[in-house]
């Protein structure tokens, strides 16, 4: 499993980003790109895109939510990080999770 997750999850989030041409790519960061997740470990995933903004955030936070994972998911815009330790940590640990191939 990667990121201690099922293929029909990533597959079922992955569907939910291709809805939105402005999502360049996702990555993934926290315990489950470290590898030492349990198995109700958040999914923390930051989004880059050019002109993403926070009301298309909150549709794919919505499109997520309605997937009913058995999961919670933390979905940030990488450019309005703030927080220098945070950013640190995403290039560190940071793992490619979706590519928009049309990009």
Known sequence: MKFKLKEETINKINQVFKKYDKVEKTILYGSRAKGNAKYSS?????????NINLKLLNKISMDIDDLLLPYITDLSIYHHIKNQDLIDHISRVGKIFYTNVQK
């Open 42 to 50: 958040d999914i923390d995933l930051t989004l880059i895109g050019k």
